[in-house]
């Protein structure tokens, strides 16, 4: 299938994260490459979801993938989280691998600006095990967090790189007492260490781990998963 045949974008939604497919990764490949066979295997579900992102989707190589939703769904898990926010959907990859670490009658709202990704989503979502599980809201995520009263068990950040400091501080407002943050793309394939680089992402990545590091309010750790995940508790 060539990019001609990938699904299309309505106009006026732009086309983002277009560095995942041209970066190369911070973790060396043969690490990550172990890593992930050293990691449960996906379920069939998950495997659909990722073979069809993969050829229908512009961008694949944002879709969290096989270690970091296997990451996610420990955590979710971990905290016994009934209540998760995701913002960014994409192909519904990583919503489908946090589900599996619901707690009984747990649920996922995940937030999601475009309407291509949102059905694409929805379409692997009813077909999975988690139909009733999770809810796609389609909209300018800065537009549908405030109607989300919350509070939240895990929220997982990872759209527009330019508003993380915003969806950080919207999340800390519904955060559970015990709940976590968790933030993609921190490390942004390395160029948040190239003091070269002052492109637009970059620089809003930059500000929000500086922010994040130095939050009297948070407790947070930096990790090499994959691009970089920062999590995020409350101090208190
Ligand atoms: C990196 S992808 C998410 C990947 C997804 N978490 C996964 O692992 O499969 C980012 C998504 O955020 C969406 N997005 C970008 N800006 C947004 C906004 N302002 N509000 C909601 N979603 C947005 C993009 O359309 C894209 O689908």
New binding site residues.
Partial sequence: MGADDRIRRPAG?????SY?DSMPAIVDPAVEAYAEAHTTAPPAHLER?ATE?RSMLS?PG????RL??RFLELLVFAVGATSVL??????????L?MAAGLAPGGSIV?????PV?AEF?RRHIAASPYADRIEVVV??????LPTLPGPFDLV?I???KG?YPAYYESALERLAPRGLIVA??TLWYGRILDPGDRSVDTEALRAFNEKVASDPRVVAVQTTVRDGVTIIRRAD
Avoid: K, Q, W
């Fill in positions: 939604v732009a086309r983002t994260g995942h979801v992102t961008d944002m879709m969290v993938g970091e939703g995701e913002i960014g959907t994409f192909g519904g990859y990583s919503s691998a995940t937030c999601e600006i475009d990704h989503a909209g300018p995520a800065l537009r549908t997982f990872d759209a527009d508003s993609d793309n």
